[in-house]
DNA sequence: CTTGAACCTGTAGGTACTACAGAGCGTAGG
DNA sequence: CCTACGCTCTGTAGTACCTACAGGTTCAAG
């Protein structure tokens, strides 16, 4: 039989990859329940928060707010709201998903177009990027999402 | 003949979708170059710097840190990189934006699953990213942007 | 030439972490 | 059982990245 690790803070934090102390600033803002405690009050977490966690922080990384991230997770928790609501939101989430797609592929080609040209001798000092994302269509309706990840 | 319009900080907020403060933040903290100026002082942007906001404005909702998009402006700007150096960031990158694909791929499965559960009489109060973005192979090789983008 | 919107600078405030200090818990080894 | 050392606890301060405001100047429409 295979022990179980303790879900401790600190193998969490190597788990997701989320830093130390931002585990504990989510579950001041609520982001995160808070867990169940040692008998000396060390946080215990189980896998349902593991993957909360992971959800949270993978959303920060592709550039959601906390706030958005918070709207996410209540669809997922069943909140308060009607079928109306809750649909309106799924899909206005679900732009926005795409729309960073669309962007990241773009980036993708450009950066694999960098890559195959610099397998000659020269780096071709290259004005790529000023071709990319001209400013289009979709300038005033864009989704202004507010978010940081600072990093470790 | 088309009249062109003035590239004034405001009009090139409204373009971008970029807070009117936050651009000249990024050219204090050198990401934007100091445009030229009016007699008056005021500052006059070409199409040039609005693309590059632009490019530095989406990366950042895409996640990005300030120092990952100046690492991006700096190969695209011909700094003084050798051509291995260009070759393994661009690589390093290229890694990077796929991975923010993939992850929103998922996402994007996700919802488009509950928009599609929602045409029912009921919330399907889902648990589905429960089932989401388990904490697979990639937990200890994560890249950890640093990135906020606060709105307006 | 007036007048109000847009712009200027400097500075303070806000969000989202991140690090540190000082004390307590937890467990492997003796 | 006891010690030792690492991990965790709390509160608080500091950093990164914006965002808003105050008090004054420029610009252009009328």
Same mark, same amino acid.
């Given at each position: 039989?295979?022990?179980?690790?303790?879900?401790?803070?600190?193998?969490?934090?190597? +788990?997701?990859? #989320?830093?130390?102390?931002?585990?504990? =600033?989510?579950?001041?803002?609520?982001?995160?329940?808070?867990?169940?405690?040692?008998?000396? !009050?060390?946080?215990? =977490?189980?896998?349902?928060?593991?993957?909360?966690?992971?959800?949270?922080?993978? #959303?920060?990384?592709?550039?959601?707010?906390?706030?958005?991230?918070?709207?996410?997770?209540?669809?997922?928790? !069943?909140?308060?709201y009607t079928r !109306?609501?809750?649909?309106?939101?799924?899909?206005?989430?679900?732009?926005? $998903?795409?729309?960073?797609?669309?962007? +990241?592929?773009?980036?993708?080609?450009? +950066?694999?177009?960098?890559?195959?040209? #610099?397998?000659?001798?020269? $780096?071709?000092? #290259?004005?790529?990027?000023?071709?990319?994302?001209?400013?289009?269509?979709?300038? +005033?309706?864009?989704?202004?999402?507010?978010s940081p990840i600072? !990093?470790?």
């Amino acid at each position: 039989m295979s022990k179980a690790p303790r879900l401790t803070r600190g193998v969490v934090s190597k +788990l997701t990859g #989320c830093n130390l102390e931002t585990i504990r =600033y989510y579950e001041q803002i609520g982001l995160m329940p808070p867990p169940p405690r040692s008998e000396g !009050g060390h946080r215990l =977490y189980d896998d349902n928060l593991l993957r909360r966690l992971n959800f949270i922080r993978r #959303c920060r990384e592709l550039g959601f707010s906390l706030e958005e991230v918070r709207g996410l997770l209540t669809l997922v928790d !069943g909140g308060t709201y009607t079928r !109306g609501e809750v649909k309106d939101r799924t899909v206005a989430h679900l732009r926005s $998903v795409r729309s960073k797609i669309v962007d +990241l592929k773009v980036l993708e080609k450009t +950066l694999k177009e960098m890559v195959s040209k #610099c397998v000659g001798d020269e $780096v071709p000092d #290259c004005p790529v990027i000023d071709a990319l994302f001209r400013n289009d269509d979709r300038a +005033l309706s864009r989704s202004r999402p507010r978010s940081p990840i600072q !990093g470790s």
